[in-house]
Every structure is written in structure tokens, then in C-alpha cells.
């Protein structure tokens, strides 16, 4: 789980507002009074989505010799179908309606190439992911025909590990690995009885420790998943108001939080030995930012800054064989400036961002006669999307507050390093970034424009 899941308390914290009750806002709001909206009942659906591993891999050959730490980073698109059942109650009326469910899925996945090449590039390794499936709680927030919600439980796959230079032929592992799930999401209602979810969940299938001959690997197996999926249920109440689009015009301020993994692909070669891995910094960031919008009926068009500090690292790798060199990489800051296009469906928005970003990258190389640290300041860019929606805290904060849930991935282009004797180490810089945050808007409170 570890800082990622900062990531899972995005989606569950800043959707909890998603079409927060404005009915009690009644100097701004005159909604129709239709039948509540009731998520009671069984549901079967579909779903797809991408996946991204980190799985840490160790490989001594002979055992107590020559040792290789990296990650396999096998990344790839999964489809598939998920069952479910939902109860909502109102017997937590501090919440407001609550929901418990429980949840099904199989999923067909095409997660593979996790490669590193070592040893002067005569040493491979890759990790595929053919398939998985969970079964899983959910506990949500129910918000009329939205519902925002943590889910979590079992988690099983089928795992294929593969070595190869080592002994002639190599070898490998193919079985299927069980262990735990946990992430969260937001569904909605689209129409009559069709809904439709946007969901993360984190994938641990646990640690292997396997023998061959005089070799010993281990894996720790994760995976980052995120999917959007439709539903069909059979039963509950599916009618509620058309809500229309809220008042998102004018400059905003907020802050936010989150996790964020890298995942860059690094050349290195030293004592005429020349590797090829990934380094994978991952750690909690948090930081501020500062925006305007401008809005043409339903449609939001906007600008947005913001900057943030980083734990993020790795400083497991270790790579160049007998010459070995150990990694420290880490990304202390980073910052970006991006527009946004949005479309609001009642009280929420759904938006699309892109634009401008830069960061420090900082990467300390050991090896047995150095230790030597370099940092650059990189730009590149940034693209992502994201969801808005007011956010009243239990009722604590007024109507101009918004919670919102945010995806991108932050590419800072390539940076080369001189180190040790004629040692040249070359990294492509690449982050995924998961976060949520909270906004005030100065000009206007964010309610429907009836």
C-alpha cells in the first residue's frame, strides 16, 4: 500500500463532496422534490482500465555473489466484468444516507514487459500479469444518484516471472498469487437504471522468495490499477431531479495532497559494464494551488498553477554487477502551469488538464571508490483530468468551498550524469501523480444556476 494509497484517500476524501446536499442551501437552490434516490439492490457490470506494476525484484547469483536489485515496472491495459450487491441506509444520519456493498470482478490483463537488462546487458528480466480478479467490501456516501466510496479486500492473479542469462535456457515462475486490495472510486447515475464509476484500487499479491541452484530471487508483487466501468442494477429507486450546471466563474485558491510514483527508465554504464532499469521514486506530496475560471453555460474553460513538495525515492537499486552502483533517486519539488476544460453536470465537473511542468531531480550514485550526488531542475510537461464538486465537511464549510480529485502524469525529459571512472548514468524522467485537494472560490458560491 505504502504512499501510493495516499493516492486511494484522493478519490474516497474529495468525492465525498460530489453533489454535496444543496437542497440545504436554500437561498441559492429550489431544487423539485422527486423520490430519493435509492442504490438498494443487485447490480453486473463492465469495466477497463490500465494498470501500472512496481514490482521490487532481487537476484543474487550464486547465492551471496553477484546481486541485481530493481523494479519490474510491467504496465498495460485489463478489461472485464464485475457482480455486486448494494444496501443503503439512513441509520447514520450524522452522514446522511450511507452505503454497504459488496463486489466481484475478473479481469483478462495484457500487464507485461516489466524489463531490466543487467550485467553488461546479459542478465533479463520481465513480469507479466495475465489475469486477476477481488472480492471486496464498499462502504460509501450516498449523495442522491452519486456515491462516493472505499472499497478493499481479496485479491488473487496469475503472476509469470522470468529470468534469463543465468544458466542456459533460463527459467521461470508462472502461478497464481493471492493477497489484499484496497482503493476507492465515485459512481453516478447516467439514466434509468445505468451507472457509471471511475475507481483506483491498489493490488498487493504478496512476496516470493524461489531457489535454482545457486540463484536466489525475490519479488514483492504491486500493481496501481485504475479503471471506469458501467453498471446495470436490478432494483432500487433510479428517479432523481436534473440538476443544472453550478457557478464555477472566477479565481480560486486551495491546497492538496496525495502520493506519486516515478517511473524512469535509466541507461547506465560503467567499468565497461552498461545496464538498462527503472528507477522508482515513490513517496507523499502535498502543495497549493491557484486558478481562474470562466464558464459558457455547462462548459468551464480555466487557468491553474501550483507547486509541490515531494518525499519521494528509491533507494533500493542496485545495478553494474561486481562494479555495482546503489541508487538514492529522489524528486524534492515540482510544479506546474496548465489549462482546463471541463463540462459540469450539476454540481460536479468533470475536467481535462494539460500544460507546463518542471521539478528538481536529485540522484545520488554509490559505487566501491564514489559517492556522488547530482541535481538538475527539468521542464516538460503535463496532462491529466480530474473532478470537482462542492464540499461542505459535514456541514462546516460554506457553499464557496469545492473538493477536488486529481490524476496527472508529469514527464521532465532526460538528464545525463557523469560519475566514478568514465560511469555515464542516463534517466528519463516520468511521474505519475495522484492527489486531492480543496478550494475557496472568492467570487461566488459554487451551487446550481436554476
Known amino acids: ?237 433510479g428517479l432523481y431531479a436534473p440538476v443544472p450546471a453550478a457557478n464555477w466563474a472566477g479565481i480560486y485558491l486551495g491546497g492538496n495532497f496525495g502520493g506519486a510514483t516515478g517511473r524512469d527508465r535509466t541507461d547506465a554504464t560503467a567499468g565497461g559494464v552498461t545496464d538498462s532499469f527503472t528507477l522508482s521514486p515513490d513517496g507523499y506530496i502535498g502543495g497549493g494551488q491557484i486558478g481562474y475560471n470562466w464558464q459558457a453555460a455547462n462548459w468551464v474553460f480555466g487557468l491553474e498553477t501550483d507547486f509541490q513538495g515531494s518525499t519521494q525515492r528509491d533507494n533500493r537499486t542496485v545495478v553494474l554487477g561486481p562494479n555495482y552502483a546503489g541508487y538514492d533517486a529522489k524528486l524534492p519539488w515540482f510544479g506546474t502551469v496548465r489549462g482546463r476544460v471541463g463540462y459540469s453536470v450539476g454540481s460536479t465537473l468533470f475536467y481535462g488538464t494539460a500544460g507546463y511542468a518542471y521539478g528538481s531531480v536529485k540522484t545520488n550514485i554509490v559505487t566501491a571508490t564514489t559517492n556522488e550526488t547530482f541535481t538538475k531542475t527539468k521542464s516538460g510537461w503535463t496532462a491529466g483530468a480530474g473532478i470537482e464538486a462542492p464540499f461542505t465537511l459535514l456541514g462546516l464549510l460554506g457553499p464557496n468551498w469545492t473538493a477536488k480529485t486529481e490524476y496527472l502524469y508529469v514527464d521532465l525529459g532526460s538528464t545525463t550524469d557523469e560519475f566514478g571512472v568514465n560511469g555515464v548514468n542516463t534517466t528519463k524522467v516520468t511521474e505519475h501523480v495522484f492527489r486531492t485537494g480543496i478550494n475557496y472560490h472568492f467570487n461566488s458560491p459554487v451551487v446550481a444556476k436554476y
Open 1 to 237: 500500500m505504502k504512499r501510493i494509497l495516499a493516492g486511494v484517500a484522493l478519490v474516497g476524501t474529495a468525492v465525498s463532496a460530489q453533489a454535496a446536499d444543496l437542497a440545504t442551501k436554500a437561498p441559492y437552490l429550489k431544487a423539485p422534490v422527486v423520490a430519493p434516490y435509492d442504490w438498494t439492490g443487485f447490480y453486473l457490470g463492465v469495466n477497463a482500465g490500465v494498470g501500472m506494476g512496481r514490482t521490487f525484484t532481487s537476484h543474487s547469483y550464486p547465492a551471496g555473489g553477484t546481486l541485481n536489485s530493481t523494479y519490474l515496472q510491467a504496465e498495460g491495459a485489463f478489461g472485464g466484468g464485475q457482480i455486486g450487491y448494494n444496501w443503503q441506509t439512513n441509520a447514520f444520519s450524522i452522514f446522511g444516507p450511507v452505503l454497504f456493498g459488496i463486489e466481484a470482478d475478473i479481469q483478462g490483463s495484457g500487464a507485461n514487459n516489466g524489463n531490466a537488462t543487467l550485467n553488461n546487458l546479459t542478465v533479463g528480466y520481465n513480469q507479466k500479469l495475465d489475469w486477476f480478479g477481488t472480492v471486496r467490501g464498499r462502504v460509501g456516501l450516498v449523495r442522491g444518484p452519486l456515491v462516493s466510496y472505499f472499497t478493499g479486500g481479496f485479491a488473487a492473479g496469475d503472476v509469470k516471472t522470468s529470468v534469463t542469462g543465468t544458466i542456459p535456457g533460463g527459467y521461470s515462475f508462472n502461478r497464481t498469487q493471492t493477497g489484499w486490495t484496497i482503493g476507492s472510486g465515485v459512481e453516478a447515475a447516467l439514466g434509468g437504471n445505468w451507472t457509471g464509476k471511475i475507481e483506483y484500487l491498489y493490488l498487493d499479491l504478496g512476496n516470493k522468495n524461489d531457489f535454482i541452484g545457486t540463484e536466489a530471487l525475490r519479488t514483492e508483487t504491486r500493481e496501481h490499477l485504475f479503471r471506469v466501468g458501467v453498471n446495470y442494477r436490478f432494483g432500487g429507486n
